[in-house]
């Protein structure tokens, strides 16, 4: 017998244990991304529905005390590791390269680079293709390379955490892609940085999360009107030295992605995936 659902594993691991500790037989299974807390005996509904009921209470109570998600507002799970322990392996790995990619100039001079950008034309993706994705771990000074992580990692961090590893690989993939070749041909090769896969990803959360609201992490508000406020400005008053069609180009794929993942979910009746 159902006893409660929610999409947070940690959450469903505290409800298992606890019932457990207090000598209910229960057994915890996935459907989709939800974790589902399943009774043995139904006629321990009613006793166990109100010890779950006191422990939301109780971690209501908490909540001020315990760290959240900053892009979300929600509660952010404890971990022992602190920050970077609490990335996916994807968000480290890109982070990592990222950060490993940006010293190679300073320790064997710019030839990874060059290797990286996007190639003078469209014919050299055919014998270097990794050139279509590449441009988006170069960075050109440390401010653009501490800032682009920064989101990467809150913005990954979420997919990461309620959805899954191949899910930001895929999200990552395909925004990125097209904020390259749209960045080529408004401005040539010569361009970097992770920001076109940021707006990706803020897209991508934010229009998910609009038309699947039931996913349980929809972003701030504030969040959104910042970063969009931000494109704007660089539009107007940036318009030579930041990579705008990069940033327009994912996020709106970011948001078509995340419109159509949204629709998809919530037609299967998993709202928080």
């Given amino acids: ?51 779950l009921e006191e422990l939301i209470t109780d971690l209501k109570h908490q909540q001020g005390r315990q760290p959240v998600e900053p892009l979300t507002g929600r509660p952010q799970p404890l971990m022992s590791g602190g920050w970077f322990a609490s990335l996916g392996w994807v968000t480290r790995i890109v982070l990592i390269v990222s950060v490993l990619v940006y010293l190679t100039p300073y320790l064997m001079g710019d030839g990874v680079y060059r290797a990286l950008l996007f190639p003078a034309a469209l014919d050299g993706l055919a014998s270097q293709p990794w050139r279509l994705v590449t441009p988006m771990l170069l960075h050109f000074s440390l401010l653009h390379l501490l800032f682009n992580l920064l989101w990467w990692s809150d913005l990954g961090r979420l997919i990461e955490r309620f959805q899954s590893s191949g899910q930001l690989v895929l999200v990552t993939l395909v925004t990125g892609i097209t904020a390259n070749v749209a960045q080529f041909f408004h401005t040539g090769p010569m361009f970097g940085g992770l920001s076109g896969v940021v707006y990706g990803l803020l897209g991508y959360l934010w229009i998910y999360g609009k038309v699947n609201p039931q996913s349980g992490y929809p972003l701030r508000r504030e969040i959104v009107i910042f970063m969009l406020a931000w494109m704007v400005i660089c539009f107007v008053g940036l318009s ?11 996020l709106v794929s970011g948001c078509l992605l995340g419109a159509g993942f949204g629709l998809w979910r919530r037609a299967q009746g998993a709202g928080a995936v």
């Fill in 1 to 51: 017998m159902e006893l409660i659902r929610t999409p947070q594993p940690e959450l469903a691991e505290l409800f298992e244990h606890t019932l457990k500790r207090n000598g209910f037989a229960v057994a915890r299974r996935e459907e989709g991304n939800e974790q589902i807390i399943d009774l043995q005996d139904p006629a321990q509904y009613n006793h166990a529905k109100a010890l």
């Fill in 240 to 250: 030579s030295v930041v990579a705008n069609a990069a940033h327009l180009a994912g």
